[in-house]
């Protein structure tokens, strides 16, 4: 489904197409900070989809679409609560008060699809279990499907809503919680230090109460990790005593 959005604010806009980009059945094809730029894109482009803005200059939203012809799928994103029911009456899909959750725009976007097979769902990492020589794990970065080694793994890092998997050569940044890939990584092999850090225990090099090494690099260990974390690594030492 191609879709623009619309949006006089750079904030507002930035966080729209982060969302766009978390979901494989939407096409960004533009990004425009007024409408009468989107009109120009709906002359030339087969849009299907509008994430359009109501409070612009020049020309408000509603009277955009009171103009179009035909008139694509619209969902409002808006500050404003009191549009509401003109915006219904214009036969929109949905009408999202910002600031604007991802989970309620998923659903606002499963409206816009409502001949789809099945609902869209937000793109998660998939973990190869079925090859235990190799496993691997796919995450979405740079709008594509990227695979990473787990045995390449030196650290994950959180980013707030990113991941930073730190590899030997380069850095993978995912839109990702690291709470999901704590649970799906394999427990015995990676071990979650701080809650912005988790390792693969055997490459940790050193450690002390505080913190871990791994590449040459000091990770802390969080005050409300360091029991689980001291014990697992104590553990591995004490059988060689």
Known sequence: MN??????????????ESFVGRI???????????????????KKEQVDLIFLDIQMPKLNGIDFLKVLDPIPKVI??????????????????????????????????????????KV????????????SDTPYIFLKADRKMVKVYLKDILYI???????RIKLPQK???SLQKISFLEQKLPEDCFIRIHRSFIVPI??????SNNVIEIGGTELPIGRNYK?????VLNSDTSILS
């Open 76 to 117: 409002f994103t808006t500050a404003y609560r009191e549009y509401a029911i003109e915006s219904y009456e214009l036969n929109v899909v949905d009408y999202l008060l910002k600031p604007i959750s991802f989970q309620r725009f998923l659903m606002a976007v499963n409206k816009a699809m409502n001949g789809a097979d």
């Open 157 to 163: 890092e959180s980013l707030k809503d990113y991941v």
């Open 24 to 42: 494989d059945g939407l096409e960004l094809l533009a990004s425009c900070d007024n409408a009468i730029k989107a009109f120009d894109i709906l």
């Open 120 to 131: 869209l769902e937000e793109p998660k990492p998939v973990l190869d279990e079925l090859r």
């Open 3 to 16: 879709c623009i959005i619309v949006d006089d604010e750079p904030l507002a806009r930035e966080v729209l």
């Open 227 to 231: 029991d689980k974390v001291l014990n």
């Open 171 to 173: 850095d993978v940044i």
């Open 202 to 207: 055997k490459k940790i090099e050193a450690f």
